[in-house]
């Protein structure tokens, strides 16, 4: 006898009896007699989502050990199969949270000493730095633990995860949420390797900064690329085990995720990462709304945790001063920020990772009301998670073949529907739902002649009252389930005595059900509804959305552009002329310019068809300024202090193109700067020349025309002299110590360079045989300065280290560019002219450390007169505005021309950077790198009124003044919206605006721990 067993899913609520995909591994023998329960349950009659745009109505689901075997709205369901009334749900892919902790109780080892660690013994054959864990599987420590619930409550049937530390993180595991053990739970045991910027819980001093952990992820990558390739020779012998970079091999080919913790670390990680070959999955901070024309070009795939900053707090009149534009900008904005990726047309995964459990929800309905779509949101719960962890070919869809990980909703989840179960691998979850909402509110209906109105109200508790006119009858033992709100309530004042029950199920439109009447006839009843609770519900059309008030720019803060500006062809008339060149000052002097470059220079010049004509009469026209020295725009560290040599991290890394310092020094007629490494290690990082180019991302700022340099430092600092009592262990210690240190590592670079030259001369056959050197950025860089490749910029103060490190590169055979502060270079001007090196100054800096206190004033014209080409440079956020009165300062203490004196900014700088030829001076054929000036470029009183780079005005007075009256407008209406806005001051996400860029020091030294940077000066 075939029996069929019929069950409706609302009285259902131990459903997971009816379905056994067993509990036991594969491999696990049996204790006692085998479970030969039927495993086959068929959902019937349901509305079923398969994909993200594709619906089945009245459709069947067949469940057979835990997969999909059948879904159709004909559906052949087999005889004992148990069968399951939907009617009235709509079923969903259960959703996946790509980036999670869950399952995992796992610490590394703390530090084995108080003060510095800069070496330490690894485990076995694990990697020599403590923040790089790519041979964790996590698969390896998965257990299932209570936590399942908060990813269940909302969808989720099935996550990636992993422990979120370090730079190198290891490999995540995706498991099923299902009440089981270990083994039937794990979806994908090799999941994606997880990397981030963030050293962790790493003790080692390596990294410290963001351009450290990135150059630890370029090094480690090459180390894997290259440890591939020796493995496949099979050189037993010479070859040493690293446990740490097999895992790495071929990662092109395998997952990747990695963590933002600022806004452009997303392009910052694609730029590296791109490098080799590797397309991450990347955890976004919701700011990416800001960056997707950049994001676009890489066609980033994101996770996107759902942040919506902070609601600032406005109690007082002095609270709108301590509120910021960006601030304004990003509460108003960060709810749209899922809307304007997905019309971005970039792929999208969601997760819940970053706020608490119960405000998911919230959230997500509050992204549909800035236009987020139905299909892009259920789209970011399961197919594109499910590639991400990379089990898209099990999980994300419903369809024949896929794990049964589905979602049980009535109404329509991303409108005003409800979650109400869970389908885990074919086994019924229900969820504690809070089934209220739609009964809430306020309702019409007739009982017989009777208009009443229905209130429904969930305060302290619920309640409900029918009232008529004035009178009002309380209902009691109010009581609703999922499927139905049950009431009792006295009709005698109606003509019903006695005590009548009222059921009610949610529609459409309002309620309908009916009433049992005391004597025991039942009333059918239709209540329309009046008014309801608040629900987030999916915008109708575009009109529909939050209309927003703020602009959002380019970089999204005050005075960032609505777009970039483009090249002008100009003929500036009748100014005064700057050259920078053996010209001089040339007075009623015109300039072309034309395609970004200066096409021609003279008196009287005839104004070509289209070029725009500026009165330049009474005004001065000078080459842009060039700072060689400075710390502005970057982000995570100026210094990477924690090892002696870090030659190989690279200021180009970390460029912070938001940094409101670039605009205020082009309002200083500065269009170039020399961005250095600190002075924390006799050798420091690669240094970048950039050009201000407001507005653009940190790609478009970098000059790609200046040739390599880098930061060497002497003195104090690299010593550690004043860092404290914990700083003492690190080579070197003393001044000799830092002269043999150079030797060594000279030495080091050329046996390098040596070897790599002696393998590269071997036939391809002997090279199968033999071990390749291993690829080292750090020597790579050091061999380019003894190649000429790489210029010495190299912080120095005290004459006796200026001469020692002049015989050493001698005796090396390799040149210092530039001498940078050499407030001594006065002692030994004539030994530096005839070594052909560079000096770049202050004006007048002295006696701010015992090193420095034989600093003069005259300093730079006594290395002026004696052949040292001499810049003025700023080392200041602040004084880079104001080098045009830097340089005056010559002209006041030792009587340098006014055009020697320009010309320590404009002409000398640019010889140094090696950008002569292109930047410095106002001659045919140059770059239009122009600022026209209100009066004497070097006086107090003089203003740039319009910067130039290659003809782009990137800074303009009048503009600036416009836009402060823009700005003034945009902040009083977003005040008003914030003062309009019923939600409490503080809610939302304090950690989404970054904070500003901190003002960086050649001594500033940072540590970058757990997504947060930590300031230290020495």
């Given at each position: 006898?075939?029996?069929?067993?019929?069950?409706?899913?609302?009285?259902?609520?131990?459903?997971?009896?009816?379905?056994?995909?067993?509990?036991?591994?594969?491999?696990?023998?049996?204790?006692?007699?085998?479970?030969?329960?039927?495993?086959?349950?068929?959902?019937?009659?349901?509305?079923?989502?398969?994909?993200?745009?594709?619906?089945?109505?009245?459709?069947?689901?067949?469940?057979?050990?835990?997969?999909?075997?059948?879904?159709?709205?004909?559906?052949?369901?087999?005889?004992?199969?148990?069968?399951?009334?939907?009617?009235?749900y709509?079923?969903?892919?259960?959703?996946?949270?790509?980036?999670?902790?869950?399952?995992?109780?796992?610490?590394?080892?703390?530090?084995?000493?108080?003060?510095?660690?800069?070496?330490?013994?690894?485990?076995?054959?694990?990697?020599?730095?403590?923040?790089?864990?790519?041979?964790?599987?996590?698969?390896?420590?998965?257990?299932?633990?209570?936590?399942?619930?908060?990813?269940?409550?909302?969808?989720?049937?099935?996550?990636?995860?992993?422990?979120?530390?370090?730079?190198?993180?290891?490999?995540?595991?995706?498991?099923?949420?299902?009440?089981?053990?270990?083994?039937?739970?794990?979806?994908?045991?090799?999941?994606?390797?997880?990397?981030?910027?963030?050293?962790?819980?790493?003790?080692?001093?390596y990294?410290?900064?963001?351009?450290?952990?990135?150059?630890?992820?370029?090094?480690?990558?090459?180390?894997?690329?290259?440890?591939?390739?020796?493995?496949?020779?099979?050189?037993?012998?010479?070859?040493?085990?690293?446990?740490?970079?097999?895992?790495?091999?071929?990662?092109?080919?395998?997952?990747?995720v990695?963590?933002?913790?600022?806004?452009?670390?997303?392009?910052?990680?694609?730029?590296?990462?791109?490098?080799?070959?590797?397309?991450?999955?990347?955890?976004?901070?919701?700011?990416?709304?800001?960056?997707?024309?950049?994001?676009?070009?890489?066609?980033?795939?994101?996770?996107?945790?759902?942040?919506?900053?902070?609601?600032?707090?406005?109690?007082?009149?002095?609270?709108?001063?301590?509120?910021?534009?960006?601030?304004?900008?990003?509460?108003?904005?960060?709810?749209?920020?899922?809307?304007?990726v997905?019309?971005?047309?970039?792929?999208f995964?969601?997760?819940?990772y970053?706020?608490?459990?119960?405000?998911?929800?919230?959230?997500?309905?509050?992204?549909?009301?800035?236009?987020?779509?139905?299909?892009?949101?259920?789209?970011?719960?399961?197919?594109?998670?499910?590639?991400?962890?990379?089990?898209?070919?099990?999980?994300?869809?419903?369809?024949?073949?896929?794990?049964?990980?589905?979602?049980?909703?009535?109404?329509?989840?991303?409108?005003?529907?409800?979650?109400?179960?869970?389908?885990?691998?074919?086994?019924?979850?229900?969820?504690?739902?809070?089934?209220t909402?739609?009964?809430?509110?306020?309702?019409?209906?007739?009982?017989?002649?009777?208009?009443?109105?229905?209130?429904?109200?969930?305060?302290?508790?619920?309640?409900?009252s029918?009232?008529?006119?004035?009178?009002?009858?309380?209902?009691?033992?109010?009581?609703?389930?999922?499927?139905?709100?049950?009431?009792?309530?006295?009709?005698?004042?109606?003509?019903?005595?006695?005590?009548?029950?009222?059921?009610?199920?949610?529609?459409?439109?309002?309620?309908?059900?009916?009433?049992?009447?005391?004597?025991?006839?039942?009333?059918?009843?239709?209540?329309?509804?009046?008014?309801k609770?608040?629900?987030?519900?999916?915008?109708?059309?575009?009109?529909d959305?939050?209309?927003?008030?703020?602009?959002?720019?380019?970089?999204?803060?005050?005075?960032?552009?609505?777009?970039?500006?483009?090249?002008?062809?100009?003929?500036?008339?009748?100014?005064?002329?700057?050259?920078?060149?053996?010209?001089?000052?040339?007075?009623?002097?015109?300039?072309?310019?034309?395609?970004g470059?200066?096409?021609?220079?003279?008196?009287?010049?005839?104004?070509?068809?289209g070029?725009?004509?500026?009165?330049?009469?009474?005004?001065?026209?000078?080459?842009?300024?060039?700072?060689?020295?400075?710390?502005?725009a970057?982000?995570?560290?100026?210094?990477?202090?924690?090892?002696?040599?870090?030659?190989?991290?690279?200021?180009?890394d970390?460029?912070?193109p938001?940094?409101?310092?670039?605009y205020?020094?082009?309002?200083?007629?500065?269009?170039?700067?020399?961005?250095?490494h600190?002075?924390?290690?006799?050798?420091?990082?690669?240094?970048?020349?950039?050009?201000?180019?407001?507005?653009?991302?940190?790609?478009?700022?970098k000059?790609?025309?200046?040739?390599?340099?880098?930061?060497?430092?002497?003195?104090?600092?690299?010593?550690?002299?004043?860092?404290?009592?914990?700083?003492?262990?690190?080579?070197?210690?003393?001044?000799?110590?830092?002269?043999?240190?150079?030797?060594?590592?000279?030495?080091?670079?050329?046996?390098?360079?040596?070897?790599?030259?002696?393998?590269?001369?071997?036939?391809?056959?002997?090279?199968?045989?033999?071990?390749?050197?291993?690829?080292?950025?750090?020597?790579?860089?050091?061999?380019?300065?003894?190649?000429?490749?790489?210029?010495?910029?190299?912080?120095s103060?005290?004459?006796?280290?200026?001469?020692?490190?002049?015989?050493?590169?001698?005796?090396?055979?390799?040149?210092?560019?530039?001498?940078?502060?050499?407030?001594?270079?006065?002692?030994?001007?004539?030994?530096m002219?005839?070594?052909?090196?560079t000096?770049?100054?202050?004006?007048?800096?002295?006696?701010?450390?015992?090193?420095?206190?034989?600093?003069?004033?005259?300093?730079?014209?006594?290395?002026?007169?004696?052949?040292?080409?001499?810049?003025?440079?700023?080392?200041?956020?602040?004084?880079?505005?104001?080098?045009?009165?830097?340089?005056?300062?010559?002209?006041?203490?030792?009587?340098?021309?006014?055009?020697?004196?320009?010309?320590?900014?404009?002409?000398?700088?640019?010889?140094?950077?090696?950008?002569?030829?292109?930047?410095?001076?106002?001659?045919?054929?140059?770059?239009?790198?122009?600022?026209?000036?209100?009066?004497?470029p070097?006086?107090?009183?003089?203003?740039?009124?319009?910067?130039?780079?290659?003809?782009?005005?990137?800074?303009?007075?009048?503009?600036?003044?416009?836009?402060?009256?823009?700005?003034?407008?945009?902040?009083?209406?977003?005040?008003?919206?914030?003062?309009?806005?019923?939600?409490?001051?503080?809610?939302?996400?304090?950690?989404?605006?970054?904070?500003?860029?901190?003002?960086?020091?050649?001594?500033?030294?940072?540590?970058?721990?757990?997504?947060?940077?930590?300031?230290?000066?020495?």
């Amino acid at each position: 006898m075939v029996v069929e067993r019929h069950w409706v899913l609302g009285v259902l609520t131990g459903l997971s009896v009816i379905s056994f995909s067993g509990y036991a591994n594969q491999t696990q023998p049996e204790l006692g007699i085998r479970d030969k329960t039927p495993s086959l349950t068929a959902l019937t009659h349901a509305r079923i989502v398969t994909e993200p745009g594709k619906v089945l109505d009245n459709a069947t689901i067949l469940i057979e050990d835990g997969i999909i075997r059948a879904v159709s709205r004909r559906v052949s369901i087999p005889d004992g199969a148990y069968q399951v009334d939907m009617t009235g749900y709509t079923l969903y892919p259960g959703f996946i949270d790509p980036y999670a902790n869950y399952g995992l109780d796992w610490e590394y080892p703390g530090a084995p000493d108080d003060g510095p660690i800069y070496q330490i013994e690894p485990i076995g054959a694990r990697h020599y730095n403590s923040s790089v864990h790519s041979e964790m599987r996590w698969a390896e420590h998965f257990q299932p633990d209570d936590s399942a619930g908060q990813w269940r409550n909302n969808g989720f049937t099935a996550v990636q995860s992993s422990i979120q530390d370090g730079v190198f993180r290891g490999q995540a595991v995706t498991v099923s949420l299902a009440d089981k053990e270990n083994h039937p739970l794990i979806y994908r045991s090799d999941g994606a390797h997880q990397i981030s910027f963030d050293r962790g819980s790493g003790y080692q001093e390596y990294p410290a900064s963001i351009m450290g952990s990135m150059a630890l992820i370029r090094q480690t990558l090459s180390d894997a690329r290259w440890y591939q390739a020796q493995s496949e020779k099979g050189l037993i012998t010479e070859l040493e085990p690293q446990q740490s970079l097999a895992p790495l091999a071929n990662l092109p080919e395998q997952q990747v995720v990695f963590t933002s913790y600022h806004p452009d670390d997303t392009l910052r990680a694609l730029r590296l990462l791109g490098e080799f070959e590797v397309k991450p999955a990347l955890l976004g901070t919701g700011l990416e709304f800001e960056r997707l024309a950049d994001l676009s070009r890489w066609n980033a795939t994101l996770i996107l945790p759902l942040k919506q900053a902070a609601k600032p707090s406005l109690d007082s009149s002095g609270d709108a001063l301590d509120i910021s534009l960006r601030q304004l900008r990003h509460w108003e904005r960060t709810p749209g920020n899922p809307a304007a990726v997905a019309e971005a047309g970039l792929p999208f995964a969601l997760t819940q990772y970053g706020i608490e459990a119960d405000q998911f929800w919230p959230r997500l309905k509050t992204a549909i009301e800035h236009g987020l779509s139905a299909d892009d949101a259920l789209a970011a719960l399961t197919t594109v998670p499910a590639r991400i962890t990379g089990i898209a070919d099990q999980a994300g869809k419903i369809a024949p073949g896929y794990r049964a990980d589905l979602v049980v909703a009535k109404g329509d989840l991303f409108a005003d529907g409800q979650l109400q179960a869970l389908y885990l691998q074919g086994q019924y979850h229900p969820l504690e739902v809070d089934h209220t909402p739609p009964y809430l509110g306020q309702f019409a209906l007739t009982l017989d002649d009777n208009e009443l109105s229905l209130l429904v109200e969930n305060q302290d508790k619920l309640s409900a009252s029918l009232s008529s006119g004035e009178a009002s009858l309380e209902l009691f033992d109010v009581n609703v389930n999922s499927y139905q709100l049950n009431g009792k309530v006295r009709l005698d004042a109606l003509g019903y005595p006695g005590i009548s029950v009222l059921s009610l199920s949610p529609t459409s439109s309002g309620l309908n059900g009916t009433l049992l009447l005391p004597d025991g006839q039942r009333q059918a009843l239709a209540l329309t509804s009046q008014s309801k609770a608040e629900s987030a519900a999916q915008p109708d059309s575009e009109s529909d959305r939050p209309e927003y008030v703020s602009r959002v720019t380019l970089p999204n803060r005050a005075y960032g552009l609505d777009a970039l500006p483009q090249a002008e062809n100009l003929h500036i008339q009748n100014a005064t002329v700057w050259t920078s060149d053996e010209r001089g000052i040339l007075t009623d002097t015109d300039v072309l310019v034309r395609d970004g470059r200066i096409r021609e220079v003279g008196q009287n010049l005839e104004t070509p068809r289209g070029y725009r004509v500026i009165d330049g009469t009474g005004k001065h026209l000078t080459a842009g300024i060039i700072d060689e020295h400075s710390h502005i725009a970057l982000y995570g560290g100026t210094n990477e202090g924690s090892d002696a040599i870090t030659s190989e991290v690279r200021i180009g890394d970390i460029l912070d193109p938001s940094d409101i310092h670039i605009y205020r020094a082009l309002a200083g007629g500065v269009t170039t700067a020399q961005l250095l490494h600190g002075s924390a290690n006799p050798i420091g990082g690669q240094a970048q020349t950039i050009q201000l180019r407001w507005g653009e991302n940190a790609e478009g700022l970098k000059f790609d025309a200046a040739p390599p340099s880098i930061k060497f430092a002497l003195g104090e600092n690299v010593k550690q002299s004043n860092w404290g009592d914990d700083y003492v262990t690190r080579y070197p210690q003393s001044r000799m110590g830092v002269e043999a240190l150079y030797r060594d590592a000279f030495q080091a670079a050329r046996e390098y360079r040596a070897a790599q030259q002696r393998y590269d001369d071997l036939s391809r056959s002997a090279q199968r045989r033999t071990l390749a050197p291993r690829p080292d950025y750090r020597l790579d860089a050091l061999a380019e300065i003894l190649e000429e490749n790489r210029h010495i910029h190299v912080h120095s103060y005290v004459q006796s280290e200026i001469i020692a490190l002049l015989d050493l590169a001698n005796e090396m055979d390799f040149k210092v560019q530039t001498f940078t502060h050499i407030l001594e270079g006065y002692k030994v001007a004539r030994e530096m002219a005839a070594a052909g090196t560079t000096a770049s100054t202050f004006s007048d800096w002295w006696a701010y450390k015992f090193e420095v206190y034989d600093a003069i004033p005259q300093n730079a014209c006594i290395m002026t007169e004696q052949g040292v080409n001499t810049s003025i440079n700023s080392d200041s956020r602040d004084l880079i505005r104001k080098l045009n009165q830097e340089a005056a300062k010559s002209v006041m203490y030792c009587d340098m021309s006014p055009e020697e004196a320009w010309k320590m900014i404009t002409i000398n700088p640019a010889q140094q950077l090696k950008i002569d030829h292109l930047v410095g001076s106002i001659a045919e054929g140059k770059q239009a790198d122009l600022v026209l000036w209100s009066g004497n470029p070097l006086s107090v009183y003089a203003r740039a009124e319009t910067t130039w780079i290659a003809g782009k005005p990137y800074f303009d007075r009048q503009r600036d003044l416009a836009e402060r009256r823009r700005l003034s407008d945009e902040r009083q209406a977003l005040l008003q919206k914030l003062l309009a806005d019923d939600a409490p001051a503080g809610s939302g996400d304090l950690d989404v605006t970054p904070e500003e860029t901190p003002e960086w020091h050649c001594d500033s030294v940072s540590h970058f721990v757990n997504g947060r940077l930590v300031m230290h000066h020495h």
